[in-house]
C-alpha cells in the first residue's frame, strides 16, 4: 500500500468524521442539554437533503440547497420539539425512544407522499465535480475537501457559540442543573426549542452535503444516526469536544479498518475468503472501538464522571 | 402502514382481449406482497404497477388481486403470506422483490400447494436443489445478469476488471456470477458493507489498482452514491454492471454520473416486438413515467398468468402447472421459455445509458448471451 494512497484514505476519513461530527453534535446537545434520546435526529438528516434537491431542482443553485437544507431542518426541529418532544422531557426514556421512533415513521412516510418513492437527484456544483491535486501527487475530490473544511469551520463556530456566547453559558448550566438556571429567569422552555432547532439544523446540513454525493431517499438517515449514536458514546454524551473526537477516530476507524484489513487478513488467508472477513472484520472496528473506549472509560473520552 | 386495495378486473376494461376460452370454472386470486413503503419502494411500486397494467389490459374479470406491503422485511412477508394462504384463501402468491423474503416465504408457500410466480428475486437455492415444481421465475436466476456482464466484459477485451459488490448472498452471487463468465483476471475484488453509502475508499483503491474497467452490483441507494462520486474522482475507466443501477427509477437521481455506462438487461425499454411497443407505450400512458426493468417483469409476470388461466383451472394443479410451463404468452423481452427448472431461458443485452432530451434512459447496443440457461438448472431435479 503506498504512502498517496494511505494519505488519501485519511482524507477519505477525516471527511466521513467531520460529517459525523454535524449529525452528532445536534444529538449530544440535545441529550446534554434536554436529556432526550431522539431517535428523530436521522430523519431531520433526510429533511435537509430532501429540502436541498427540491431547491438545487428548483433554482439550480447549490448555495440556496445548502441554505434552504439549514432552515428546512431547523424548522422542523423547532416544530417538532413544541408539538412532541415538548410533553416528553419529563417522562423516562422509554417513552422518549417510543415517541421519536413514531417520529421516524411519520417523517419517513411523509417525506414519501410529498417526494414519491423513488430518489431524488442532487448534484454537486460544476465547479467542485473535478479533482484538485494536493501535495505529493495526490489527486482529491474538491468537494470532499469543501465538506472537510465546512466541518471543521462549524466545528469551530460550535466550540466559540458554547464557550463564548451568552446563550452557549446558558446552554452548559442547563446541562449542569436544569432546575436552577430556570430560577435563575432563564426562559427554559424557549432554550430547549433554540438548542433542538439548532441541533436540527446541523443534521439538516449534513444531510444536504453528503446528499449530494450519496442519494436522497427516504431512510437515508438511519445508518448515520446509528454511527452518530456510537460517536456520542465514545465521546461522551453531552460533550462537544468528545463528540468532534469520537467523530474523527470513528470516521478513521471505519474507512482505515475497511482499507487495510482485508489486504492484512490476505497475507495468511485465501483471497476471496481474505476479502470477505477482513470486510466483516472491517464493519465491526467501529463498535470494537467503542467497547475498547467504554472499557477504559465507562462515560466516554470527555463524559462527566458524575 | 397498511395498503391494502383488493381490485376486481371486472367492469374495468372493455377491451377485452378475447383470448381466452369461456367455460373454466371460477377464477383466479392472486396475493401480491410487495414493498411499497421505506427505501426499497420504488422496486415493489413498478413491479405492481406493472401487473396491474397488464390485468387492466387484459380485462379478464377472473383474476382477482390483492396487493399487501411487506416493507422489506421477512417476518412481515411471511405473516402476509400466512393471511393470504388461510384467509384469503388465494391461489397464486407473486410481487417479492428481494431474495431474503423470498427465501423466508417461497419454500414454505409451495409447500402448501400454492403456485408462486416470482417478478423478480431468484436465489440460487430456488433454482438448483430448492427447486420446486410450483415455483417459476418469470425475471432471471440472481447470477444471471452478472453473468453477461462478466461475458461482455471478456467479449469486449477487458483483462483486468476491478470488481465489487456488497457483503450479503447476492453480492457474493454478483462477484461469482461475474467471474463465472469473465476469462481475464480481476484486479481487485472487493465486498463492501450492506447500505454503504460512502465509497471513497475504494475508488481511491480502484485508482491504485491499475484496473483497466470497472464492474459493480450495487443496488438501490448504494449504486447511486457510487457512481456519483465516481464521476467526480477523476477515475476515467470504462463501468460495467447489471441493469438494477442503471434503471429507470434510479438513472434521473444519478444524473451525467451514468451517461455511456453498459449494463446488462434481459428487457430494454427500446426492444423491437410488438409486446414491448404496446406495453411501454401503454405504462407510460397510464403511470405518466417510463417502464423499468421491475414494471417489465410484473407485466410479463401477470401475462403468464393470463395465459395459463386461457388454457387450465388453477384448481387442477397438474394441468394449470403444464399451462404455466408453456409460457405461451408474448413476453415484452421476445423469446421467452421455461427451461427444466422452470427458469428463464432467454438473451441478454447489453444497454447503454443515454439521454434522450431530459430523460436518461437506456438504449440496446448488443446482445451478450442468447439462450441462457442458468448455472444451477443441471441440480434441479423434481
Known sequence: MSLILLIEQVLNGLQFGVMLFLMAAGLTLIFGVMGLINLAHGSLYMVGAFAAAAVAGLTGSFVLALLASLIAAAAAGALVELLVIRRLYDRDHLDQVLATFALILMFSEGTRWVFGSFPLFLDIPAALAQPVSLPGGILYPAYRLLIIAIGLAIAVGLFQLIARTRIGIQIRAGEADREMIAALGVDISKLYTLVFALGAALAGLAGALVGAIQSVQVGMGEPVLILAFVVIVIGGIGSIKGALVGALLVGLTDTLGGVLLPPLFATFMEASSASSVGSSLASMSIYILMAAVLLYKPTGLFGSTT | ????????????????????????????????????????????????????????????????????????????????????????????????????????????????????????????????????????????????????????????????????????????????????????????????????????????????????????????????????????????????????????????????????????????????????????????????????????????????????????????????????????????????????????????????????????TNKVIATSLTDHVDAYAAECSY
Not at chain 2, 400447494?113 to 436465489?123: D, I, R, V
Request: aromatic share 10%; with cysteine.
Open chain 2, 1 to 360: 402502514m397498511k395498503l391494502k386495495s383488493i381490485i376486481l378486473a371486472a367492469g374495468l376494461c372493455a377491451m377485452a382481449t378475447g383470448g381466452f376460452a369461456a367455460g373454466h370454472e371460477g377464477g383466479v386470486k392472486v396475493g401480491m406482497i410487495t414493498t411499497l413503503s421505506g427505501g426499497g419502494a420504488g422496486l415493489g411500486i413498478d413491479v405492481r404497477d406493472g401487473f396491474m397494467l397488464a390485468a387492466k389490459m387484459a380485462g379478464n374479470d377472473k383474476l382477482e388481486v390483492v396487493i399487501e406491503d411487506d416493507q422489506r422485511k421477512p417476518e412481515i412477508a411471511v405473516q402476509l403470506a400466512d393471511k393470504m394462504i388461510q384467509s384469503e384463501k388465494v391461489d397464486v402468491l407473486t410481487g417479492i422483490i428481494w431474495s431474503n423474503l423470498a427465501m423466508a416465504v417461497v419454500p414454505a408457500a409451495v409447500a402448501q400447494g400454492k403456485f408462486y410466480l416470482s417478478p423478480n428475486a431468484g436465489p440460487s437455492q430456488l433454482a438448483g436443489k430448492g427447486c420446486n415444481p410450483l415455483y417459476f421465475n418469470v425475471a432471471w436466476q440472481n447470477d444471471a445478469l452478472h453473468e453477461a456482464a462478466g461475458a461482455y466484459a471478456s467479449d469486449t477485451g477487458y483483462q483486468n476488471t476491478f470488481i465489487l459488490a456488497p457483503n450479503y448472498p447476492a453480492g457474493q452471487d454478483a462477484l461469482t456470477g461475474f467471474k463465472r463468465f469473465f476469462k481475464g483476471e480481476p484486479a481487485g475484488e472487493i465486498y463492501t458493507q450492506l447500505g454503504q453509502t460512502d465509497y471513497a475508499a475504494e475508488l481511491a483503491q480502484i485508482r491504485a489498482s491499475g484496473a483497466d474497467s470497472v464492474f459493480f452490483f450495487l443496488p438501490g441507494g448504494m449504486g447511486i452514491s457510487f457512481l456519483k462520486q465516481y464521476a467526480s474522482s477523476g477515475i476515467d475507466l470504462p463501468v460495467v454492471g447489471p441493469a438494477f443501477s442503471f434503471d429507470q427509477g434510479i438513472l434521473q437521481a444519478v444524473g451525467e454520473a451514468a451517461l455511456g455506462v453498459k449494463n446488462t438487461s434481459q428487457w430494454s425499454k427500446d426492444l423491437d416486438n410488438a409486446a414491448n411497443v404496446e406495453f411501454v407505450a401503454a405504462f407510460e400512458a397510464e403511470y405518466g413515467r417510463l417502464p423499468s426493468l421491475y414494471a417489465s417483469q410484473g407485466y410479463d409476470t401477470a401475462n403468464l398468468l393470463l395465459s395459463a388461466m386461457g388454457k387450465a383451472d388453477v384448481k387442477d394443479a397438474d394441468a394449470f402447472r403444464a399451462a404455466l410451463a408453456e409460457a405461451d404468452f408474448a413476453s415484452v423481452r421476445g423469446d421467452f421459455k421455461f427451461g427444466t427448472n422452470q427458469h428463464p431461458v432467454q438473451d441478454y443485452y447489453v444497454r447503454e445509458v443515454i439521454k434522450e432530451g431530459d430523460v436518461f
